[in-house]
């Protein structure tokens, strides 16, 4: 009887030493991030915070590789990842029920801040016979991973000249994919939605001759008008290697999200954690960052996480009119 007293004793002494330790001294779980496919902005961006924020504050962020903007937008929903970067456009959608989303709204997600306008970049090989837009019919072309913010801008732009599947070959590679794909003349374009310089699309230029495609003026209007989302974007000459002339595309504000289960504190610190190193966020991943009081809410049209309006409303900034 004795022996099984102690024992008992010695198993609740253990249970309980166990829960203390938890309590008091266990590592945080990792924060879930989902970006996109290696090469893009948004994976370059997320890893540099992640290594960032890791290594300067008691957060863990563990960056997922995924789809991009539309995968992430339903992983957030369904409680895979507790955060997440996505167009301002697909949010929107997404959030209301509306467009693509029309039968399956995503929920349970709440923003961070608007960070960066992406540029949906058109690439060809420079010794292709492409030299517009119009030159895509009949050409095989990779869209952008399914559930990608690429392939969505894609489409867009190619309904626009009027091109569908039985026109245009249509592919979803992810941006690794893609440009091996187009250096091995196995495919003739590739689209990529991202910040400028994309790293991936950097890589290419330094190593074999490219050449960007415009949009013409009148399909811009015809996009902007019928998108709300969209706005015309100007990637300057220069910005890659052998690129002589300004690029007309379009742009969409990319924003970072919070699941609405994440710890109003721990948002609070990463919101904090991005206005306060930015700089060096910006110049250690390349991306063209815009942390101000103006543009932080810019494209946003869902609520805020709790903790991010705690710092916003500390800083003054105003985003009660997204409560």
Known sequence: MRRKILSTILVVA?????????GCGMKKDDIRLGTAGEGGMYYSFGDELSNKISSEENLKIKVKETAGSAANLRLLSKKYIELGIAQADLINDAYNGTGEFEDNAYKGYSAIA???T???QIVVMNDSDILCIDDLQGKKVSIGEHESGTERNAKQILQAYGFNET???M???DYK???NKLENGEIDALFCTAGIKTEIIDELASRSKIRLLSIDDNQMEKIISTYDFLTEYDIPANTYEGQAKDIQTIGVESVLLASD???EDIVYKITKFLFEHGNGLQFNSLTDLELTQDSVT?????KFHKGAVKYYKKSGIDVENNQ
């Open 14 to 22: 253990s249970f309980t030493i166990m829960m203390s330790l938890g």
């Open 118 to 120: 992406e540029a949906c």
């Open 167 to 169: 026109l245009v070959e």
């Open 298 to 302: 810019q494209g946003i049209t869902i």
């Open 114 to 116: 608007g960070l960066y």
């Open 171 to 173: 592919k979803n590679y």
């Open 177 to 179: 994919t893609a440009v």
């Open 261 to 263: 289960k994440l710890d």
